[in-house]
């Protein structure tokens, strides 16, 4: 494969492979001919069609389903494209594979699934026929094109279903930490939120939209030249709310890795499957990357912080660290 390294500006964090890197990540990914047993599979890349494997998959070891399958739009994937079809063909083209990837999910386990305001209607329509609709997570996508004759398409859903009553759920792991701007008080102290050196904040129950969510841009570490890469902290909520530590995560459109990275972050298994190589061995590197660096934008202190927020509370942080750093040192100059 030539690759063709596009020239970016000076503070541009996008993620880049060399041959090298390419040479070196392609050994670790398994492929359509590899040992599909769960103790080959865990924590690997498997690079190919989803649908030669589809059938091949353990039964009922997975925990949770991420999802995010192509969009009923017509997109380049690189190696791959996907063409727009009729309303009732995309319908057919999910009901393909869905009924079949569910195969691999516990009794206990939890589904969600990725689209657009086009696909949504057919997403929910699959989802309501194979499981229980839980919810729709509407998330705000604060990029996109404006438009003249129509409003900006600005919003993703995300469906949320389980197969049983008996589910996951860890509400405590993905509560919201808001900035209170009019703080009420009890008997003169805070009511339901806490006052600390960088402002006043409320832990709040999470909702079905989020609006603190940042798409991946070319100053962020995470960001990758995939076309549809999904941010990192959208998908460690769905992580922390329905899969439990140790647990294992399959993503059956894995792109350039996003799922499997947060998995392991998070102290989770994983397992995703990516037709195109090169976002394979871009995933291959991300997880290398994660071995050093475990940090997610915007969640901090085993917190989701209101967008903004956070960098906040970490610049306070540095200068208690630096202000105990002095003080000790002046307590060493005066010991000499």
Known sequence: MDMVQKKRAGY????????????SFRKKLLFANSDLSIGNILNKTICCNLFDVLD???NDFVDLLVIDPPYNLDKDFGETTFSRMSDSEYLEYLDSWF??????????????????????SALYRIMEKYTIVRNRISWQREKGRGAKTN?????EDIWFGTMSNDYFFDLEAVKQKRRVIAPYRKNGKPKDWEETESGNFRLTHPSNFWDDISVPYWSMPENTDHPTQKPEKLIAKLILASCPKNGVILDPFLGSGTTSVVAKKLNRNFVGVEINEEYCCWVEKRLALADFNKNIQGYCEGVFWERNTANLQNRVNKIKIKKENIQKNCLFSEAK
Request: glycine content about 4%; some cysteine.
């Open 99 to 120: 009924p079949k990837i569910l195969r691999t999910l516990k009794a206990s386990g939890s589904v969600y699934i990725c689209g657009d305001w086009k696909c949504s």
């Open 56 to 58: 091949r998959f353990p």
């Open 12 to 23: 541009n964090r996008t993620l880049m492979l060399s041959e090298d890197d390419m040479d």
């Open 151 to 155: 409003w900006k398409n600005a919003m």
